[in-house]
C-alpha cells in the first residue's frame, strides 16, 4: 500500500464527510480511479505520487461531489444491470432497485416468448434498452416527454448496439391518442413513473432534488397521478394477456394494485427491493 496515497485517500474522504457526504472514501476512490485509469479497488495500491496535472483535474471532479453533484452524472456514466449508461442532469440517475424490476421483466420476456415492449418515461433507456441488449429478437419502443432525456437514451441506444430494435418517441403519456400515435400493441409495459408526492421532494437528498430532473420525481400531490393515468392507457396499449411491470415508492404497491384492478387487471406479485420495501408491481391483462 501507498503510504502516500492513504494518507491523500484519508484527508480528501474526511472533506467529504464534513460536507455531509455518505461513504466519502469510497466516492473519493473512484473519482481518483477515473483519474489514474485504475479500478478503484486499485488506488490504494497506485506506486506513483500524484502529478500535478491530475491533481488539478481530481479537484476539479472533488469541487463537483462536494456540492452534492452524484458521482455518476460526474462522471458521465452509471453502472446499471448488466451494462454502462450514459448519464447527465435531464436523466435520472438509474438506481439498484430498479434492476429489480429489469431482472422481473426479462424472467416475464423469456418465459413468454415476448416480442415488443413499452417503455413509458424511457430517461436514459436503462430498462427498456436493458432488456433489448438481453433479447436479441425483442423490439421496443420508448416514449419521454424530455426530448433531452431521448437524446441520451439514443446516446446509449447506439452505445448497446440496439438502436435499429429502438423507438424513441417524445411526448407525454397524458396527451390524447397516444395510442393511435404509437400505432401498435405491446406485449409488456415497463415503467418507473414519477412517484414522490409534490411535497415530500424538499425534503429528498441534496443529489437527488438538485442533479435529477423534477419531471422524472413529482408524482402530484399523493404520488400516484400517473399511475393512474398509466391505468386508463393500459387496456388499449396492451395486447390481449399482456403484462405491467411497475416501479413504485414506499408504501405505494397496493394502492397502485387496486388502481390497475379497477381497470380489470389482475395482480401477479409484488416484489420487494434489497431493503425491504415493496417496489415492483407485476400485473396482468
Known amino acids: 500500500m501507498n503510504p502516500n496515497i492513504e494518507a491523500f485517500l484519508n484527508n480528501t474522504a474526511a472533506r467529504l464527510e464534513s460536507a455531509g457526504i455518505e461513504n466519502p472514501r469510497q466516492d473519493v476512490k473512484i473519482l481518483l480511479a477515473h483519474v489514474l485509469g485504475i479500478e478503484p479497488g486499485e488506488v490504494p495500491f497506485y506506486p506513483h505520487d500524484l502529478s500535478m496535472d491530475r491533481l488539478h483535474e481530481f479537484e476539479t471532479l472533488l469541487d463537483e461531489r462536494l456540492q452534492r453533484k452524484p458521482i455518476d452524472k460526474i462522471l458521465g456514466s452509471r453502472g446499471f444491470y448488466k451494462y454502462d449508461f450514459i448519464v447527465n442532469g435531464?436523466?435520472?440517475s438509474p438506481r439498484p432497485e430498479t434492476e429489480i424490476l429489469v431482472e422481473a421483466a426479462a424472467e416475464?420476456?423469456?418465459?413468454?416468448?415476448?416480442?415488443?415492449?413499452l417503455d413509458l418515461g424511457v430517461g436514459s433507456g436503462c430498462i427498456l434498452l436493458s432488456l433489448l441488449a438481453d433479447f436479441p429478437a425483442l423490439k421496443g419502443c420508448g416514449i419521454d416527454i424530455s426530448a433531452e432525456a431521448l437524446e441520451v437514451a439514443g446516446q446509449n441506444a447506439l452505445k448497446l448496439k440496439v438502436n435499429d430494435r429502438a423507438r424513441l418517441l417524445t411526448g407525454s403519456w397524458f396527451e390524447e391518442n397516444l395510442s393511435e400515435r404509437l400505432g401498435q400493441k405491446f406485449d409488456v409495459i415497463v415503467s418507473n413513473p414519477p412517484y414522490i408526492p409534490t411535497g415530500d421532494i424538499s425534503g429528498l437528498q441534496a443529489e437527488v432534488k438538485e442533479y435529477d430532473p423534477l419531471i422524472a420525481l413529482d408524482g402530484g400531490d399523493?404520488?400516484?397521478?400517473?399511475?393512474?393515468?398509466?391505468a386508463e392507457l393500459a387496456p388499449e396499449l396492451l395486447n390481449d394477456n399482456g403484462f405491467v411491470f411497475l416501479e413504485v415508492g414506499i408504501g405505494q404497491a397496493a394502492e397502485v394494485a387496486r388502481i390497475f384492478g379497477i381497470r380489470g387487471f389482475k395482480l401477479l406479485q409484488i416484489i420487494k427491493d434489497y431493503g425491504g420495501i415493496e417496489r415492483c408491481v407485476i400485473l396482468k391483462k
Open 90 to 92: 435531464a436523466v435520472l
Open 108 to 117: 416475464c420476456i423469456e418465459m413468454h416468448q415476448i416480442g415488443n415492449i
Open 222 to 230: 399523493d404520488g400516484l397521478k400517473d399511475y393512474c393515468r398509466i
